[in-house]
Each structure stands twice: as C-alpha cells, then as structure tokens.
C-alpha cells in the first residue's frame, strides 16, 4: 500500500524504500548551506567571522553548482531514467532546487547589506564605484593605469571576432561600446584572477600622499571591487569610443571531470587533461547584473548555451566568496579568540613517540589537540637509523606541507618510503600532482590508487627494527593529513602498535600499491569490499539484543547519509524500538520522528567555528560496546567507489574519553545544533534554561585538557 502522508501518520507495513521516506540529497544539501548562512546571521558571532560564512556560503555554492547541479543537467540531458531514492527526476531536482535557492540568495544579500554596515561602525568599509569621492577615484585611476590596465585583454565580439571563452568562476564586464563608425558594439573584459578582488584604498582625507608614500601605505581599512575600479576606467582600454555602459557577469561551468581510467596508460596524463577540461565544460549558471539590457544577456544566453532556469539576475556583487579577503584585516577584536592546541600529558616529554606508542595507543582530536605530533612522528622516522620502512595515504595534502618535506627527506636518509597520492581528489588534482611528481623525482615509489576507487582512508605507517624484531607503528585517522585543515577541521587520530591492527593496515597498503584482493581483515573495515556488510551486520546484532534483552543502542556521527541499504536498516532498527542518535553535519536523506517507522530516530547537525569531520560509530552491544573511527561516510561512494577505513577503539579509557567527552558532548549540544524534522527543515534546539547550554565546540575547547589520561 502506498504511503499518503508519512509526514504526518507513519504506517509500519511502508515499505522502507517507499521515496517518501527519503530526502532528496540536493534539498538536503541547501538546508545544510541554509545552517552555514545563519551563522553568517548570528549577531553573537564576531564580525569577520560572520564574513567569513557568507565567503563559505558562496564558495559551497559554487561548488554545488560545478559538480551537483551540473550532474542533474547532463542526467536531464542524457535521458537517465534511474531515480534516486527520494523518486525525483533530474528536471524536479532542478526545478525544486531554483525554488528553494532564490530565497535564500534573498536572505544572503540582506545579511551582507547588514553585515556591510556594521564593519562600517568599525572603521571597515567596502565600498561601492558610487562611494568614492574625487581624490579616491584619482588615485585609484593611477593605479589603474600602472598595476590593473597592463593585465587585460578587452575582446570584442562581432562578425571578425569570435565570441571569447568565459573561464569558470571568472568575474567579467559586458562593456556596450559606440563605434563612431561602426555603431554599437559589444566586448567582454575578464578581471585578471592573479589581482586581488578587494582593493584597499586610502580615506578622500590620505588620498594625497599616496604620491610620497604609496598605496599599501597610506590604504586605511576601506575597499572596493576591482572591477568597479576596471568600470571607472574603461575609457583607456576603449579609447576613441563612447562607453554606454558596462554590467558584470559571472559563469560557472561543469567541472565534473570524468577520468577514463580503463582507457589512460598514464593516470597522471589524464588527470593533466581533465584539469585542462574543466574550464572548458558545459556552463550551468549565468549570474548577470539585473540592469544588463535585454540584447547583451540575449547574446550571452544563446553563446553560453544557457535555458532560463540557469540564468540568476542580482543587483549585488558576484563571486562573494572573495569576502574572506577580508579575514586578512587586522582586528582581532573581531574574529574568534585564537586557541593553543594541546597536547596530551603523555606526549608532554622528550620521550620518542616511538618508546611511548610501544607501552599504549595515543589518540588525538584536532584541532583542539595539536596535530604536530603526526609531523613528528613521520620527522622522527624519517631520521631514526632503526627506522626500515614509511608507508602512506595522501589525499588533500595541501601546499607546503612539511608531512612531504619529511617523507622526502626520509628518502634521503635511504628509508623505503611507499606513498598512495590520490590525483583524484576534487579541486586538489594540481596540489597532489605536483606533490606526486616531486616524490617520483626524489625516489620515492608513488602509486596513483586503484582502478575505478578513488582512495579516501588516512593511514600511515612505519616499520621499524626494535630489540625484539620488526614492529609496525601506526597512525590512522578521519581527517586528512593537512596541517592547514588541522587547524579548522575536527578529526580524530590514532596512534597504535596493536599487531592485528598493523597487519591489517600492512594488507590495506599490499592491496593499493599491489594485486592483493585481501578481503577480510582482523580489526579494520574497509570498503569497497567489506565495510557496508561488517556495519549492517552490526546494526541487526543491535536490533537482536534489543529483542532479547532491550537497551539497544546506536549512535552515529557524519558528514553525510544517504546511502538507501543503511537508512533501511536503520528505519528497520527503530521499528525494532533500538533508539538511534544521529548527528549528521551535511546531507541527510533519512526523515526522522515518523511514528511507526523512524520514530526512536533523532538527527541533529552542529555547524560551529571548526568544521564537523570526524565520523564515529557507537554500538552499545549488549554492554560492550563497539566504537568505530574513521574516513567513511554512510553514502554509496564511500561504501563502494572508495578505498575507506574505519578503526576500533577499544582501549577502555580511551573508548569512554571518545564516547563520554566527544560523541555525547556533541550530542548533547544545544547552541550550535539543529535537529532535523520529518519534512526535511531544521529547527534550533534551544537549552531549556542558560545554565543548561551545551555549545559542544566550546566545551571541547575547555576541557580537552583532560581527555587523556597519564
């Protein structure tokens, strides 16, 4: 029987794959970039912090639109009929996501308009083309003609000029020109990428010495869009032509490259390649000044290859991802206190991490625990004579990256050193190849992944000649190793020489960078193979102790859940009465609080200071629980299209610090959470009075101090 309304009465005997049980994962991704704006709209928060999420507002947009939206496009273009578990087509996917967007883009140019004027009580200033007074527009003029003007390249567009390339995520001019002879023309100018976005400029009062002084010199804090500036000065790009008029547009283009890697000899090749495509593909959002006349958008629509719903009118600034140039002033008044990672009293010694990991495992929850210790530990192999082998996982490695300077320099020292540098990860392809690359050179033996995975597991490890034999050090985690996004991602680590644990991890590296089809492992569940039937298999244990006994248990922490088999087994455990915490940051398609099939669900999601990233799975087994750490996401991806490793934690104190100080910290927020209702909205949870506030971020940073014991 169909379900009618599971919203509002939930019927046991629905199917748990009925579509109206799921979310569709595009919603659910606006709903999470809607918690991301309303941090921006937190008058509570610092203000440059507030800039800072409308900047990652946008960029998340951006993305969405690169990879997500540009997916349904060519899915609609192509004539895929498999929907997804929510039953949407591409076309009501692409409809429903223009719905729900244009409010909040309203809700967004309000926040900034509000934002905007309360930096200007701060002396910060960003300024409009009109704002600017004659001396300002002078000065700005110079520095047009010496630093801007020697940059651009107007193209004109007619019967001799073909219509010019519009790069992805570039901000241009369409400038309206009058030819005295050959009457009204049109030409686009691109505003050079290497500039900065925001000009700082001098007050009307300090415009004059920039002549003595210079700009950086005299520029207090107030700013203005470069290419208000490019606007202003149009005339020496066109001279001999009246400028009519110029509106800024902006293209954002599919950049969902599709590596064939049955059909690449050189991966790096094709990785080379695909980068080079993505600039290239198919535009599918055309964002243009709401006052551009009706015949230049119609040139640019017809030349892009746009439909209408792909066309987006503002009266704003584009590319507002470029506000966190503005995190670069220097007000520490108003952005977030700074904290000083910790480190935990047994790493408070000059004793070698080596001698520590050989008496117990070490964990570590970054960024409120320093992540230098993980440098440290590849540091110190790579100069520690007994030190026979390093092996690693690099997936988003950042740039100068001392994590490479170490394996490198381990090379030099003549360790063996193995690294997995996945090309693949998305909008890091350049990083990594370039990393790759410097590997190879120094002799390092650089392996690309596995055929059609993309490789996401963050394991590191060192063999090591001790007294007693060889013996394998350990560190895995759910984060990347990246000491940039240590710093503002939360991630747990593990450092181990737990032997069970090190030959799995030994057979893990044999499979990446050989032709072991190991798939059955002592302590770790990996995916592709055994990951998603080890987890399932672990919630219908819970489900049959519940049955037999009661108390059954499972808590989740995420990024992301959508994939079908899961929330299906979930649904099924609820039913069962096993309660079932979730909290999950991103995406969520699972619809909790539906009676009869989800109601002993609750799904919370904190977006906060740091970025939610470590995934924790809790299992209360009767009374001896099970906690899993990792990489993995419960979405199909992870499960089958991606090498993924969770870890056991099973050392008892440092099982109740992961369980009693984190998972239930996080849980129990209720600042910074929102919980998740049946119809896919968020509501805030708010404490039932000021002494109950639970702000979970906050609380790490107050008490991470005592996480480990001595």
């Known amino acids: 029987m169909a379900l009618e309304s599971p919203l509002e009465a939930g019927i046991s005997e629905t199917p748990l794959d009925s579509p109206e049980l799921y979310i569709n994962r595009e919603l659910s991704w606006l709903q999470f970039n809607l918690r991301v704006l309303e941090e921006a709209l937190d008058a509570g928060r610092p203000l440059l912090e507030r800039v800072k999420f409308l900047s990652i507002f946008a960029s998340n947009l951006d993305e969405f639109f690169m990879i997500r939206v540009s997916g349904l496009r060519n899915q609609l273009l192509g004539g895929v009929l498999e929907a997804p578990a929510d039953g949407m087509t591409p076309a009501e996917q692409l409809a429903a996501i223009r719905t729900k967007l244009q409010p909040q883009l309203t809700t967004y140019h309000q926040a900034w308009a509000d934002v905007q004027d309360e930096l ?14 004659k001396k300002q527009r002078k000065l700005l003029r110079r520095h047009f003609e010496t630093e801007i003007f020697p940059t651009l390249t107007p193209l004109a567009f007619d019967p001799s000029h073909p219509f010019p390339h519009i790069s992805n995520l570039s901000v241009n001019l369409a400038v309206v020109l009058r030819d005295p002879r050959l009457g009204e023309r049109f030409a686009r100018v691109k505003v050079p990428h290497m500039l900065p976005r925001l000009l700082r400029i001098p007050s009307e009062e300090r415009a004059e010495a920039y002549e003595t002084l210079g700009l950086a010199e005299v520029a207090a804090n107030n700013f203005v869009w470069i290419e208000g500036v490019i606007q202003d000065n149009l005339d020496m790009l066109f001279p001999g032509v009246e400028i009519i008029d110029a509106h800024p547009f902006r293209v954002t283009r599919d950049a969902d490259v599709e590596i064939e890697e049955d059909e690449a000899a050189d991966l790096l090749a094709a990785v080379s390649e695909g980068l080079e495509a993505r600039q290239f593909g198919s535009a599918v959002r055309l964002e243009i000044d709401a006052t551009t006349p009706p015949h230049i958008r119609d040139i640019l629509i017809a030349n892009l290859d746009l439909a209408p719903y792909q066309v987006f009118d503002t009266e704003h600034p584009l590319g507002m991802a470029d506000l966190m140039d503005l995190m670069a002033v220097d007000r520490s008044d108003l952005k977030e206190p700074p904290i000083q990672p910790k480190l935990p009293p047994v790493l408070r010694t000059d004793e070698s991490l080596f001698s520590i990991m050989q008496r117990r495992d070490v964990i570590l929850f970054h960024p409120y625990e320093s992540f230098s210790p993980f440098v440290d530990f590849i540091r110190e192999a790579a100069r520690d004579p007994n030190v026979v082998t390093i092996k690693q996982t690099l997936y988003r490695i950042g740039s100068n990256s001392p994590i490479v300077d170490a394996l490198l320099e381990a090379r030099e020292n003549h360790k063996q050193v193995a690294v997995l540098v996945e090309l693949k990860a998305r909008f890091d392809e350049t990083t990594n190849i370039e990393w790759a690359r410097a590997l190879e050179e120094a002799g390092v033996h650089v392996v690309y992944g596995v055929m059609g995975l993309k490789t996401h597991a963050k394991l590191s490890m060192v063999v090591r000649r001790d ?28 450092f181990t020489t737990d032997p ?163 998972l239930n910290v996080h849980l129990a927020d209720n600042v910074q959470a929102r919980r998740l209702r049946a119809d896919g909205s968020y509501e805030r949870i708010e404490p039932a009075t000021p002494a109950d506030r639970i702000d979970a971020q906050m609380a790490m940073i107050a008490d991470r101090a005592t996480w480990t014991t001595a």
């Open 120 to 133: 200007a009580t701060h002396e910060i200033n960003v300024l409009q083309l009109e704002d600017l007074k």
């Open 467 to 494: 007294p007693d034999g060889l013996r394998r050090y350990v560190h895995l985690s759910s984060g990347n190793y990246n000491i940039t996004t240590a710093r503002i991602y939360t991630d747990l680590g593990l």
């Open 500 to 662: 069970q644990i090190g030959a799995d991890v030994s057979d893990v590296f044999n499979s990446l960078t050989g032709y072991s089809r190991k798939d059955d492992y002592h302590k770790l569940l990996v995916a592709p193979d055994r990951m998603r039937p080890e987890l399932e298999g672990r919630i219908e244990r819970e489900v049959a102790i519940h049955e037999a006994q009661g108390g059954g248990y499972i808590a989740m922490k995420m990024n992301a859940l959508i994939d079908r088999s899961i929330i299906e087994k979930l649904y099924a455990a609820s039913q069962a009465g096993v309660t079932i915490d979730l909290q999950v940051r991103g995406i969520c398609a699972l619809r909790p609080g539906i009676p009869g099939i989800s109601d002993n669900i609750t799904v919370t999601s904190v977006v906060g200071r740091y970025l939610e990233h470590a995934r924790i799975y809790y299992f209360g087994n009767g009374g001896d629980p099970e906690v899993f750490v990792g990489s993995a996401d419960m979405m199909p991806r992870n499960l089958n299209r991606r090498v993924e490793v969770l870890f056991p934690i099973e050392e008892p104190d440092m099982r109740r610090i992961v369980v009693e100080k984190i």
